[in-house]
């Protein structure tokens, strides 16, 4: 569920025409609903109450400061992967002591940050990287806490880009080598032995492999809180989101049409499913989720430059682009498309969505049919909550798009759209060719 909606006809978050927005912060804009992603945290721990639980958001998925600091309003510890994110953590005023630290290259200087900050616990990666760890702790005249990440060598189903639990990614350690790491790192002085990870992968439909990867784990943790007295374990993040039939599943009648079997995968299933095998163990459990929090709250708003004839097909050039939703360049991925005023008298067109940037992949979709949209037109790309603007980038020295939060019918800008000066600013031109 979520808050997009027509209001007559115009497209709404919340309470706001979103045509309010593009008029007063222009396109490419990035809107989120503070409201959805409140329901979508509330709805997730509530599926898993009765368990002692941390939601530490991954906030790789959107970490845009309002966003964070909306979140540990919430309770939301966080998942983090950097130095940079860490320091975003402390700049929004989240709890960086109730926060992991994932990753497989972490820096001594990230380390060092980590423990001086007293992150709640390092999701390590590799046997040397435990070394590490303990080498920084140790000039540090402290103790790290960790907890491994295990690879369980599970299919998560997923598109092959997006997968981190198969023997052949390059996450976590084999289960098969866990004991050993474990072994090593209890002889580490400096690192304290905390908890248990896995993370098997993001964008997964079915509960299955999530059930799966539980199972296969589960002896293993019991072990370890036996042997180590580890609290936590983490299962990771990776539940899926809606993509096709984005803007009609915001409704209940959508879910309500659906049989049972057919409906996608839903926080009270994934909960159901996994309480049972998780509740024996007594831990503190970690869920790591980011997608699933943010990605259907968001939408991108764009406008239509043009409506290109080509030889044999339409082609319908947006002011967004491959470097403001990478997405679909990247993955395939399918995001819906809709106008911000509908009209449905309007005849259907049949084009590519493409954007201006100088590549062929910069196509966010083929053979799409959208009603009512023409040249000067705004459309919204939906589910694009989630790595939307966090995997943009600058490329044809595009300015990144600007941010907004919607809640209720108040909205604020948070984040302005870049300028060209500040695109620039780190750059110069060495003496060397100062003629
Ligand atoms: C360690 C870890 N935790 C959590 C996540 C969040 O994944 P998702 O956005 O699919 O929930 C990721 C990304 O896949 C991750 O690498
Ligand atoms: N960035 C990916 C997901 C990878 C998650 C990070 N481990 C996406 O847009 O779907």
Not at 256 to 269: F, N, S, W
């Amino acid at each position: 569920m979520h808050s997009l909606h027509y209001v007559g006809q115009k497209l709404h978050c919340e309470s706001v025409d979103l045509a309010a927005i593009a008029q007063l912060h222009g396109t490419p804009t990035y809107v989120y609903s503070a409201q959805t992603i409140a329901n979508n945290y509330q709805r997730l721990a509530a599926s898993l109450t009765g368990l002692d639980l941390q939601i530490c958001y991954a906030m790789k998925a959107n970490s845009n400061l309002a966003i964070l600091r909306h979140f540990a309003n919430l309770g939301a510890a966080f998942d983090l992967v950097s130095g940079g994110e860490l320091r975003r953590v402390t700049a929004a005023g989240g709890a960086a002591n109730r926060s992991v630290f994932a990753g497989v290259g972490k820096s001594e200087a990230e380390i060092r940050l980590a423990i001086e900050a007293g992150v709640y616990g390092f999701h390590v990666e590799s046997e040397p990287e435990l070394a590490r760890i303990n080498h920084v702790a140790g000039q540090l005249g402290k103790k790290a806490p960790i907890a491994i990440r295990i690879n369980p060598d599970v299919d998560a189903k997923t598109h092959a880009k997006i997968t981190t639990g198969k023997s052949d990614n390059k996450f976590g350690i084999p289960l098969k080598h866990a004991a050993e790491a474990y072994a090593a790192a209890a002889k580490f002085p400096h690192l304290e032995i905390k908890g248990v990870q896995m993370h098997i992968g993001s964008q997964l439909t079915s509960v299955t492999p999530f059930a799966e990867a539980v199972a296969k784990v589960v002896p293993f943790v019991a072990e370890l809180k036996k042997t180590y007295g580890i609290s936590y374990f983490s299962i990771g993040g990776g539940i899926g989101i809606i993509y096709q039939d984005a803007l009609a599943s915001g409704q209940q009648s959508w879910w309500d049409a659906k049989p049972e079997a057919e409906r996608p995968l839903t926080p009270e299933t994934y909960g159901a499913t996994l309480k049972p095998l998780l509740a024996p163990l007594g831990l503190k459990i970690l869920l790591e989720p980011g997608r699933f929090l943010v990605g259907n709250a968001g939408v991108l708003l764009s406008r239509v430059e043009y409506l290109k004839r080509g030889a044999n097909k339409n082609f319908l050039v947006v002011d967004a682009a491959m470097n403001d939703l990478v997405r679909p360049a990247m993955y395939e991925a399918y995001h819906e498309i809709v106008p911000l005023t509908r009209d449905s008298a309007r005849p259907a067109l049949k084009a590519d969505i493409v954007g201006p940037i100088c590549e062929s992949g910069d196509c966010f979709a083929k053979d799409r049919t959208l009603q009512s949209v023409g040249e000067g037109e705004l459309v919204a790309f939906m589910s694009a909550g989630a790595y939307g603007y966090t995997m943009a980038s600058r490329y044809n020295t595009r300015a990144q798009a600007a941010e907004v939060l919607v809640s209720g019918s108040r909205f604020e800008l948070v984040n302005g759209r870049e300028s060209f000066e500040s695109m620039i600013a780190g750059e110069k031109i060495p003496a060397f060719l100062k003629t």
